[in-house]
């Protein structure tokens, strides 16, 4: 069994983390500073520490060459990656954006804690670590080669080519521009690439452009010097900075002001950081990923996103694909799901039900992965069985896939009349005078979403009233 020091000043996420560890076979220390935590016990005799970077008193990058040889794993807001960062380039072995998700805690703490390592002050005759019973704790999930690719799930022809098109972009060190509706997973995809580069051992620093305030972003990502900016009573360097060697992703990048537009402009042209109110610049050794919801194109025509920025962004493009354009993948991603979070938590598997299963497949998921997360997440807390069905999940059964007999006549320029789309456009076009659309789907046997969903895909606009 693993000895961790858990080092956090909030009493309840202190009680959740030490509950999530000791459910996987960790014997877990609680501290609430530095100073409780070297005061009651001797920092040598952990096999692994994981701290919280804001502290009461002396911050969590103090440990760092306290505890003998044991890695130190940080977890940070937004506010201090940079402090993160550093530490990790002065021997932390890695930090932990929050908020995060359980099973990535667990699989972090399980890579830095090798399992033929010997607890430390344990004798040199004594058993190794490995020889502890496999059932002691639970497997990790089951992965399949064809169908994940650092933490992306997909088996549908559209994620395959997205996954060539990563292990193609992967060594590379120019430019990639990740474009994707909210919810895609751009941010995953980046990570993918980071850990698939050569700059894998750096840090991976992720920036939300559109979470800063407009007037501090420009401070945030190049730094300021004392007294260049309201309240700088040091000088502090940026988040650009703190990628040093590493990679940055600038997530919602159609989100900047025209002004920082300029100057990431400055700093892809030179390599170059010049922080607010400084005179000199300092050379950065960093790979850009940008990633947008937006239509950039469409922004450039209209002046709000530069032409000259955009095109050094896009060296390298992916675009992913919404979850309604992946036949297959919302049911994979789902059990994919299930299975993670049922060994982050310790729980038995969960299955879904064939009715399940069809209704996630159907579903248009609007919100893509993020809405499918949500949902799998919430039926996991309520279920009390081992199977999740319709009802956990939120969904509506899918519709008959067998339609009332097509009328003998067709339209020109119609779809064959036995299809299902002739049939539904020829009903729609004889009834939707004389019916209401609520009336409409009822009799279609649809709900009234799914009949706009369809008259938007087959163009058949509403009349007017």
Partial sequence: MSRILLVEDEVVIRTELRRLLARHGHDVIEAGSVEDASADHDLRTFDLVLADVRLPGAPGTALVGQCGGAPVVLMTSYATVKAAVDAVKRGAADYLSKPFDHAELVALVDHHLPGARPARGTPSDAAP?????????????????DDELEGMVGGSAAMREVFARVRKVAPSEATLLVLGESGTGKETLARAVHRLSPRRQMAFVPVHCAAIPEGQIEGELFGY????????????????EAAEGGTLLLDEIGELPPKVQARLLRFLQTGEVRRVGATRARRVDVRLIAATRRDLVAMVRDGSFMSDLYFRLRVLEIRLPPLRERPGDAVRLAESLLRRRAWAMGRAPLTLTPEARAAIAAAPWPGNIRELENAVHRAMVLADASEIGLDLLGLDAPPQPTPPAPAADAHEGEPPSDSLEGYFRRFVLEHQHELTETEIARRLGISRKALWERRQRLGIPRPRS
């Fill in 129 to 145: 670590r490995d020889s502890v019973p496999a059932s002691s704790a639970p497997p990790a999930p089951p992965t399949s080669e």
């Fill in 225 to 240: 010097e004392r007294g260049a900016v309201p309240g700088a009573i040091s000088a502090r360097a940026g988040l650009c």
